[in-house]
């Protein structure tokens, strides 16, 4: 039994590093601002490679922006409110569910993309009802104008 306490200590030494757990307030900050901005460059790709019928190229830019999504609900803990200039809104942590359900409505929203694109009749209409929609109903709540 002691053994096993032992490891799993150790263990835990050897994995908490990677987990968001450890980051710093700046790591954090930086790296959802990054995630963000990424998503932004994949979205405007996907719209410009779905002009062009390409439609099995934009697909893995929609599973990626669909995973990132998941990966920022770890991204604003309770200690990241303010610095390293965060346009985050205090109103997230108000309603830390209502936020969270958006991001993951956003998420499950690129995987229906991804699904309904090979047969839908508006690529447009898809785009904005199932990608850029979801970004304005969430920065005009929780993201600081500018
Ligand atoms: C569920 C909420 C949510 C969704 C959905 C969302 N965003 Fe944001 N976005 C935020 C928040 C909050 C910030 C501010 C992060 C910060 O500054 O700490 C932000 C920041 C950004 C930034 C600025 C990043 C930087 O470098 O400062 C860009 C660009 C951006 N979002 C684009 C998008 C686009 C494009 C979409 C849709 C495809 C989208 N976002 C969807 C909440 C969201």
Same mark, same amino acid.
């Not at 002009?51 to 998941?70: F, H, Q, T, V």
């Not at 303010?82 to 985050?88: D, I, M, N, P, V």
């Not at 009749?121 to 979801?134: G, H, T, V, Y």
């Given at each position: 039994?002691?053994?096993?306490?032992?490891? =799993?200590?150790?263990?835990?030494?050897?994995? +908490?590093?990677?987990?968001? /757990?450890?980051?710093?307030?700046?790591? $954090?900050?930086? /790296?959802?601002?990054?995630?963000?901005?990424?998503? &932004?460059?994949?979205?405007?790709?996907?719209?410009? =490679?779905?002009?062009?019928?390409?439609?099995?190229?934009? @697909?893995?830019?929609?599973?990626?922006?669909?995973?990132? &999504?998941?990966? =920022?609900?770890? &991204?604003?803990?309770?200690?990241? @409110?303010? /610095?390293?200039?965060?346009?985050?809104?205090?109103?997230?942590?108000?309603?830390?569910?209502?936020?969270?359900?958006?991001?993951?409505?956003?998420?499950?929203?690129? $995987?229906? =993309?991804?699904?309904? $694109?090979? +047969?839908?009749?508006?690529?447009?209409?898809?785009? @904005?009802?199932?990608?850029?929609?979801?970004?304005?109903?969430?920065?005009? @709540?929780?993201?600081?104008?500018?």
């Amino acid at each position: 039994m002691k053994k096993i306490k032992i490891f =799993l200590v150790a263990i835990s030494f050897i994995i +908490t590093p990677f987990s968001i /757990g450890a980051q710093s307030v700046e790591d $954090i900050i930086k /790296g959802r601002k990054a995630m963000f901005s990424e998503n &932004y460059q994949n979205a405007k790709r996907i719209s410009i =490679l779905l002009k062009s019928g390409r439609i099995d190229e934009a @697909k893995p830019l929609m599973e990626k922006i669909s995973k990132n &999504y998941i990966k =920022l609900l770890d &991204y604003f803990p309770e200690n990241t @409110k303010e /610095g390293f200039k965060t346009e985050a809104l205090p109103s997230i942590w108000e309603n830390k569910k209502e936020f969270n359900d958006l991001m993951k409505k956003a998420s499950d929203d690129m $995987i229906k =993309l991804a699904e309904a $694109i090979d +047969t839908a009749e508006d690529l447009r209409a898809i785009q @904005k009802k199932l990608m850029w929609s979801n970004c304005s109903a969430c920065h005009s @709540k929780f993201r600081a104008p500018h």
